[in-house]
């Protein structure tokens, strides 16, 4: 049993339930300060606080923590990040884990997001967490440098035993957010909150004065709730605010509950108080202002928190704005070269298709803003769930799933309610291809499935006859398939449509896996080859930036028998939901992360059919220029009958291992001296890189990255003929940075210019590598983020600032 | 004479009477086809012809311009740039001029502004263009490189034969204007202009279908003149355009004109078909389309044009990309680090500030659209002026000037009036203290004016008896000083009011050179100190963006009794002006670069008063701050009475010199391998350089330039003590590129780690030069364009893509 506070957001309680289906956990809403422990003695998993609750009241949760405790459940608090500059925090109070939205760290609401999450925990949890851990390593000169430590394990290692899915997450959201803190810092964000606080009680005070009943001052951050005399009231009071443009939130059919932020004004306040006096004239805020109390809320922060000096070093806009631009060009981006990432799509984002997720209107709204007033929102949602369903040839469109891992699940979740509605609940196998994407069996887990998996033939296609008899033997089990198409080994499968047939003709629904629908659209589609359910990544396909790790968009698209299954909402129902069959939500907002879906719908619109058409067209016949330019040095993976790759394809480097002893890595931290990104590294095979180059890539710029790769096979060539020494060569030592290559000491068997300047190009336009080879053996015993002492960071930081 | 052409825009004829007037030259609007040489023959020095006309006429100017040259008249030719892409070009018709605004090269109209205008004249008069060439020479590497071969030399050399002023241009919009070029290259602005053609010859064929008079397809490019039966119809038709929302330009009272761009659409061409004809059934023009003749020109283009390979290279969006990202990486920006260019304020261009002028009700009016329908411009106008008046404490304000430099033309040019109403049309004589910006005595002579130069004392102050002598001396013809507050030495001159006074006092009028204003806002001002006229550089004190050399806004602000003779437009005659007495135009546009005007409105409204105050006197402290940091190493050259500099400062290098051999240059260069620009060089004082912090910065970044120049300080005494070479050393030989310092052979007396990383900031955040020190005496030789064959551009393109 797990249990959630019944002072949760509704949109909390409602994306829990339909998760803790799928793991068959209980579900129970309480009162927590009356919860009665005897009765579930032992049985409960967790509960759930909310801090402040969702009607804005601090409530003191240290006795039911201890009781919680006491009862053998850990204690989950969700909690707004501002108000904690303010309020005692959850591990004072002993509590196991914090989670919440940094949204209001600088983020717009976007209606509904993107938006980054935070959670944390207690030292003793950290290796349960899921998603990716950075930690602290340092580079082949002793240099600081960052690495990824540690990430969600299951999917690579237990992935039946997943207890999380994610891949695509709020990369970009979170360092918008980070640079909300690292810009106020600790002082800055305490001012912050207490202005807000303080206009919450100037707010508090004159509606009070007005003869409304309210929260009491002491018990609230920002959120004040209040209570009206009677229904008419109420009534009046909120046709008021109706014409003075303000949205509030109903409680019920007396008391409403407002929230302020930093932006409000004294104008913004006095309109609004105006709107609880029913008349003209306000109250008298400057009196109010003066006659506030010292506030005395019961639990006051007293601890510091943010103290690495990056939280203090950047006060002005230039300061920031140029800490800002050295990580950046740290990076290397679309903006400097093609990035061959292989089931990753780096097409081109388009100014054009970006700018509209700047306008007010996209940014600015509420997610649960009326309906009414968001009608372009609406319109767009309408359009382009047709274009989407126009493209897959399916039924019909959820824009609710944040990611492509957050659209397996949700597909799969759906498959689960279709079957249960047939009374085929018991269906419960999913299968999946050995080379599928590592989210693929961790949703699957996710859903309560039991993961069969199927492997692959020398050619790289599902192994049918293997797939068909394990479909036999399950077919009293059989859930679902899940198959990515083309094959993660980037050719189009021959055998897919026996392949469907198979898992139908057992009972089984189809669930095809989006990421590679660049190599659709417009010229096959997931209802050609009878998928059910699929996803799409509108982060690859459809032009929304990758944000080094997010945000991203994940609509599932569903053949007509599924479409009464796909997820709601409890506060704002999506367009044509059925309220009878229908999943819960998997999000907290309706349209998930509504304010980036204008990119892939201006794609859309801007390319028409015909465009996306020629795009598909394009995306492959580059791969194909590619793969046939780089046949002869490299043995291409895998190709369909005709020869032909996809929109991608897979060199396989396990061959020169042997005869020179250089790897994969080597030639992706090779390419970096050439100023390029390294292709999709060991996936879905071990020692090998995957190529994509999408439609966006000039041929010109197809062929700088093949001389590069034909260039460092000459190099490999020059190891194999003993031309060059085993170790002491430019792949074992790349990438060079430039402190290296202008070190006073040279010792190496090579030459300065070949480290730095292996290709014409770089000599135009170097990108220089910031740290050279990463000692990953040092990285992996500092697994999780070690901080260097404080003391480090401000020599550094004095130094550079 | 000099003749324009009647068929030119109303705003250029304008512009040029205006203009003439500080010339002496007489002008002469009149019909080109009939014109009467002999009556005035071997008198007109150029005419002036527009192609197309104002009304959209393509004409054969081949006998005018042979008429012309005839008489000893040379020949300008106002061109429209896309047009000439379809059209005999004017160097085929040996004109011997061709200028044009690039504004329809991918830059919004911007109700006015900026954009940049082109210049073009045969290679004989290539050594009298005014304004900067940038010629071809090569690093101390051989590499190429660009570097400014040519500038205006009146502005250096014969000051008072100036014939241009032009400092800040339109550098940014002309590089958009570029950019637009080399994405689109000659096919696709031959297609784009042959598109747009079409778009006028379907709508004209399509109103005279419907029985209107019309120029004939054969006579236009893009804009169709159309004349109705009666004044009655054309009121109809324009009250139907009104109700369509479609603006067009009314010649008389029978006729209107209509221009077409390659942004109109179908439908929008329908509507516009719609209004003239006074039904809701548009025409059919699909059916016109089909019907269109083959275009039959008079004088179609057949020479090529845009053979330099850069408008043949980039064709893509991530290609055009990377491209501007290549450029631009080249540079150093206020993005990396502070930017210490005494006299041109660097300061913070804020995120907020920008974003408005992206706003369409900012980018896209045109400059003459109907005022009603621009009712925020010019609120923006009415407040802004008020708080340049306020700030400025004089009485009216002018927002036509477009730079710093257009603004003390049209200052002496309200003063040349002024006297000219008061009967005082004589007083020609302009004082102009020795230390004066070159603009200052250009601007002069421009206006007819004859200059007197007054020296300084050994404090860097305005000789005040010298020029209490001149200005006796001259008495009778003396029209004004111009002067700079605080001095362009860096101190505030205590004489200031007494040096007011001896000018004022002889009937001369005080012109205020503004650009140090970022030292007064609200602590003093021109009125202040009895200043009658004064400029304002937006692009310094008011965070405008310098934009590489442009645009900017220079707005005068005037004393009353000057206030009369402000510019006018001849089309939309700016707020207040006074018709009787007002000086013609300045520029073609009323309000100048209109649209980057939101920048300083923001920054104003921002910062409010106390804001603004505020940043003054932090300017001034961070340049006492920094002068005080630097001055036991170099000497600070002028300072005020009580030994504090203004808001910057001039370190003296020429004792340097003696000691080292170390010049102004070598500093300046040597402070690229420390990731600095240069402060500004030799001005006002040969040997030195002027230091302007700014507000904006950080004390860690002063600190960082002051420890730069420091060490930069001790690495001249190792030269000074004979511990470094005289010519063998770092800064003789900075700055350092990356492939110098990586170079396979290193002979020089000192180490690549010094050459390179010479502050330890520079491991964090390497700003690598892209070039070594240029060969001055190379580019010498080059002195205009000489571009290298185009086969060497060729392979070096072919290199990089
Ligand atoms: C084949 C495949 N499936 C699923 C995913 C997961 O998508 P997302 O990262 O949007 O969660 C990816 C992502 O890279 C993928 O390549
Ligand atoms: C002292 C001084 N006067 C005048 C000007 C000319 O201003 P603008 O460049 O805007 O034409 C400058 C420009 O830098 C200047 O420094
Ligand atoms: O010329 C100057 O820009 O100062």
């Avoid at 700047?358 to 600015?364: G, H, Y």
């Avoid at 879906?597 to 390319?607: A, C, D, E």
Wanted: include cysteine.
């Amino acid at each position: 049993i797990f249990v959630i506070s019944d002072s949760c957001h509704p949109q909390t309680i409602g994306v829990i339930r339909t998760r803790a289906e799928g793991f068959g956990i209980e579900v129970v809403v309480g009162k927590m300060h009356s919860f009665n422990w005897k009765e579930v003695q032992g049985q409960v998993c967790g509960i759930l606080l909310q801090y402040p609750t969702t009607q804005g009241i601090i409530e003191d949760y240290e006795n039911i923590i201890t009781e919680a405790h006491h009862s053998g459940a850990k204690v989950i608090m969700s909690c707004d990040l501002l108000a904690l500059t303010m309020l005692k925090p959850p591990g004072e109070m002993h509590a196991d884990f914090a989670v919440g939205s940094s949204q209001r760290f600088g983020v717009p609401m976007g209606y509904g997001g993107p938006h980054a999450a935070f959670f944390a925990t207690k030292d003793e949890y950290k290796r349960l967490m899921p998603g990716r851990i950075i930690g602290v390593s340092k580079d082949s000169q002793g240099k600081l440098a960052f690495r990824m430590a540690m990430q969600t394990r299951e999917q690579h290692i237990r992935r039946d035993k997943a207890t999380s899915n994610i891949c695509t997450a709020q990369a970009l959201l979170a360092n918008m957010s980070a640079m909300y803190g690292i810009y106020h810092g600790p002082d800055g964000l305490k001012k912050i909150a207490s202005r807000i606080h303080d206009i919450a009680r100037v707010f508090q005070k004159a509606v009070q004065d007005l003869g409304y009943e309210t929260s009491s001052p002491e018990s609230f951050f920002d959120t004040v709730r209040v209570s009206c005399r009677s229904k008419e009231e109420l009534q009046s009071v909120l046709k008021r605010l109706e014409e003075s443009k303000i949205n509030v939130r109903v409680l019920d059919e007396k008391s409403i509950c407002l929230s302020f932020d930093e932006t409000h004004t004294k104008t913004e306040l006095d309109l609004l108080i105006r709107s609880f006096a029913g008349r003209d004239k306000g109250s008298d805020l400057q009196k109010i202002v003066e006659s506030l109390p010292v506030p005395s809320a019961i639990q006051v922060r007293t601890s510091n928190f943010m103290t690495h000096p990056v939280f203090h070093s950047y006060r002005s806009e230039h300061e920031l704005l140029r800490y800002m631009h050295r990580l950046q060009s740290k990076d290397v981006s679309l903006v400097h070269s093609m990035i061959p990432l292989g089931s990753c799509t780096m097409k081109l984002n388009a100014t054009s298709e970006m700018i509209p997720i700047s306008w007010p209107e996209f940014a600015l709204p509420h997610p649960f803003a009326p309906k009414e007033q968001m009608k372009g929102y609406w319109e767009m949602f309408e359009e382009l769930s047709e274009s989407l369903v126009k493209i897959t040839k399916l039924n019909k469109v959820s824009l609710q799933p944040n990611s492509g891992a957050q659209g397996e699940y949700t597909g799969l979740m759906v498959i689960r309610e279709y079957h249960k509605s047939r009374k085929e609940g018991h269906r419960n196998v999913c299968i999946i291809p050995v080379s599928a994407h590592g989210t693929n069996p961790a949703s699957a887990a996710m859903c309560g499935m039991r993961i069969v998996v199927v492997g692959c033939d020398e050619h790289g296609n599902i192994n049918v006859k293997e797939l068909e008899e394990k479909a036999e033997h399950y077919k009293d089990q059989l859930a679902a398939l899940m198959v990515t198409y083309p094959s993660t080994h980037g050719v189009f499968e021959d055998g897919i449509l026996d392949v469907v047939e198979i898992i139908h003709s057992r009972g089984g629904q189809v669930y095809m896996d989006g990421a590679n629908m660049n190599a659709q659209v417009g010229i096959c589609s997931p209802g050609d080859i009878g998928a059910d359910v699929c996803h799409l990544n509108l982060h690859k396909t459809f032009c929304i930036p990758h944000g080094g790790g997010g945000p991203g968009m994940g609509p599932i698209a569903v053949a007509s028998h599924l479409a009464p299954f796909l997820p709601s909402h409890p506060v704002i129902p999506p367009l044509h939901v059925d309220p009878k069959h229908c999943l819960g939500a998997v999000a907290a907002a309706p349209y998930g992360s509504s304010s980036i879906l204008p990119i892939s719908y201006m794609y859309i619109k801007m390319m028409g059919d015909e465009g996306l058409t020629r795009a598909t067209k394009v995306a492959i016949l580059n791969a194909n220029y590619m793969a046939q330019r780089l046949s002869a040095s490299y043995p291409i993976l895998y190709r369909g009958k005709h020869g032909r790759v996809a929109h991608e394809f897979i060199i396989d480097l396990r061959p020169l291992k042997a005869t020179s002893g250089v790897t994969e890595a080597d030639v992706a931290k090779r390419l970096q001296d050439y100023g390029f990104h390294s292709p999709t590294m060991s996936f879905p095979v071990a020692g090998t890189l995957m190529v994509e180059p999408t439609e966006s890539e000039s041929k010109a710029e197809l062929d700088r990255l093949c001389d590069a790769l034909l260039m460092i096979r000459e190099e490999i060539r020059d190891i194999e003929n003993g031309k060059m020494d085993k170790e002491d060569n430019p792949l074992k030592n790349a990438p060079h940075t430039a402190d290296v290559v202008s070190s006073d000491n040279w010792n190496r068997s090579y030459s300065r210019q070949l480290a730095a300047y292996p290709a014409e190009w770089t000599r135009t336009f170097k990108l220089w590598p910031s740290v050279s080879r990463i000692d990953d053996a040092y990285g992996d015993k500092n697994l999780v983020c070690t901080c260097p002492p404080l003391e480090s960071y401000v020599e550094a930081e004095q130094r550079v600032a």
